[in-house]
């Protein structure tokens, strides 16, 4: 019992953060950072692991006391230690990587805390492992995911306002684990527990509204920033701005030319849209070292994208542009039918017909050519 106590307490927490993952539509955040930032919340335990019981030897604190009051403040703060790191790169983007990495970090720090209060308490492992995962694991994600998404947003904010950001960040995500510690900590029964999973299942739907956001405000940067100067056409950037249907505008490429091609499709977009991320990331540099780093990202964003499009050929190109360009045709045909059950006639239909016909023998005439 206590190895499956164990395998759930680790699985579940990793379960939570792959699946928030999976709203990162445009690809940004890297796989060798999440596992980075797994890596430096189980650091930031085994540091928290010594220096909270220091507190209480040196008789700075009650255990109490620590736990309610200082074991928060000291371990949102080496939780964030990752997350700085990580956000000063020129490679990482806006408040969606922040989140992400944020809640990755507090979900190292909990499965490894996970390990120690199951192999301490045996007796009752799976019960501590099912209410730790629902629970605690959440908190802690929630509260560094708060913090990276605050470190995120000012990075591109030099302002008085970004750094009144990153206090707010850090005020509430410590507010958030003070809370939460006084709750569980005041008695084990029914109603606490409930409680504490109410606590965390609403803190990971508070992150997962701070994903869906940034990923709005980056999709509003792709569609101003993508252009002719990345050989990005309007209708590619139409696509990667809708980029929650890639895999529905797709199908008709991976049944024509397969999942290999349609694969290589994906990953153009993907790459296509960082682009624009990047090039609306310049406004804010910091410094023109800054500037050279990301500009040098966008080269090789460029070369990869040529790459691809190599790798693609140009017949499918010329079929993952047409499948863009047929949303239009569908907008003309619903004009058409709405000017039609108005009752304007044949006058006024008749020239919204010719306009969708006379676009779709182009279409045919492209094709054949």
Not at 152 to 174: C, E, F, P
Request: glycine share 8%.
């Amino acid at each position: 019992m206590v190895v499956v106590a164990l395998l759930i307490a680790f699985t579940i927490p990793v379960v939570f953060l792959y699946l928030l993952n999976r709203f990162d539509l445009f690809n940004t955040g890297k796989s060798y950072f999440n596992v980075l930032t797994l890596v430096g919340g189980m650091l930031a335990y085994y540091a928290a692991a010594q220096i909270n019981p220091a507190v209480v030897n040196m008789g700075w604190a009650s255990w109490e006391q620590v736990v309610r009051f200082v074991a928060p403040v000291i371990e949102e703060i080496l939780k964030a230690v990752i997350l700085v790191y990580l956000v000063q790169r020129a490679d990482f983007n806006y408040v969606v990587d922040g989140a992400l990495y944020g809640f990755g970090s507090g979900i190292g720090f909990a499965v490894t805390e996970n390990y120690e209060y199951v192999m301490g308490h045996s007796e009752v492992a799976m019960t501590i492992a099912l209410a730790r995962v629902f629970s605690t694991n959440l908190m802690h994600a929630t509260s560094s995911g708060l913090i990276g998404t605050a470190l995120a947003y000012q990075r591109g904010d030099k302002t008085i306002r970004g750094r009144l950001a990153i206090a707010a960040g850090y005020i509430i995500s410590i507010s958030i684990h003070m809370g939460f510690n006084t709750l569980v900590n005041s008695g084990g029964n029914l109603i606490v527990l409930i409680f504490a999973i109410l606590i965390g299942v609403t803190g990971a739907a508070l992150i997962w509204y701070i994903i869906k956001r940034g990923l709005n405000i980056q999709k509003d940067w792709v569609a101003e920033k993508l252009g002719m100067a990345d050989r990005v056409t309007q209708e590619e950037t139409r696509v990667v701005s809708n980029i929650e249907a890639v895999h529905e505008v797709l199908a008709p490429v991976e049944a024509r030319f397969g999942a290999e091609k349609a694969a290589l499709v994906r990953s153009l977009i993907y790459k296509q849209a960082e682009i624009g991320i990047k090039r609306k990331l310049l406004e804010t540099a910091a410094n023109e070292t800054r500037k050279k780093e990301i500009n040098k990202i966008i080269e090789d964003l460029v070369k990869e994208i040529n790459l691809l499009r190599n790798q693609i050929g140009t017949y499918c190109m010329m079929m993952v542009r047409e499948v863009y360009l047929s949303q239009d045709l569908q907008i003309w045909s619903l004009l058409n039918a709405r000017i039609a059950s108005a009752g304007l006639g044949q006058k006024g239909g008749g020239l919204w017909n010719r306009v969708s016909e006379r676009l779709k023998d182009s279409s045919s005439q492209e094709d054949k050519s």
